[in-house]
């Protein structure tokens, strides 16, 4: 809840402000990350509660779009629910042996941040090529 609401404080408009200053990013990529999660946003937001690292971050842009405070709360409900219903049913069938469930559960943990981690190069990789691509092109009086 104070991840959505922190979202919410922030609004729309100041994220865009903030956005636009940040190095290497453009606003057409904010533009379709908003049309993405208008579309998606309910589905982001009850699956990102299953994901590790997302299931908190995903409040954030919640509250920045300006999702209904009951639709937010009834999606994340069920979606952390089924969650932790997994673990708890994994737990009690695995009795004795339920640390194991831990294990596999930092196993995905880190499968996520490496997947994370190669999307943010690969991102600031292919932003970096594509700055350093317009300002040999504007250089060279191709623009």
Known sequence: ?????????????????????????????LDRT???????????VFFGRMIPIFRSLISIPAGIEGMPLPKFLLLTTAGSGIWNTLFVVA???????W??????AGVLQKVVIVV??????????????????????SRDGQV
């Open 99 to 104: 640390h194991l469930v831990e294990s596999y």
């Open 91 to 97: 737990g009690y069938q695995l009795g004795e042996n």
């Open 116 to 137: 994370v981690l190669g999307l943010v190069a690969w991102w600031l990789v292919r932003r970096v090529r594509t700055v350093r691509d317009r300002a040999g092109a």
């Open 34 to 44: 908003e049309a993405w999660f208008a579309r998606h946003g309910g589905k982001a």
């Open 1 to 29: 809840m104070l991840l959505f609401l922190l979202g919410s404080a922030l609004g729309r408009a100041r994220f865009r402000s903030l956005w636009g200053r940040l190095p290497l990013v453009d606003m057409t990529d």
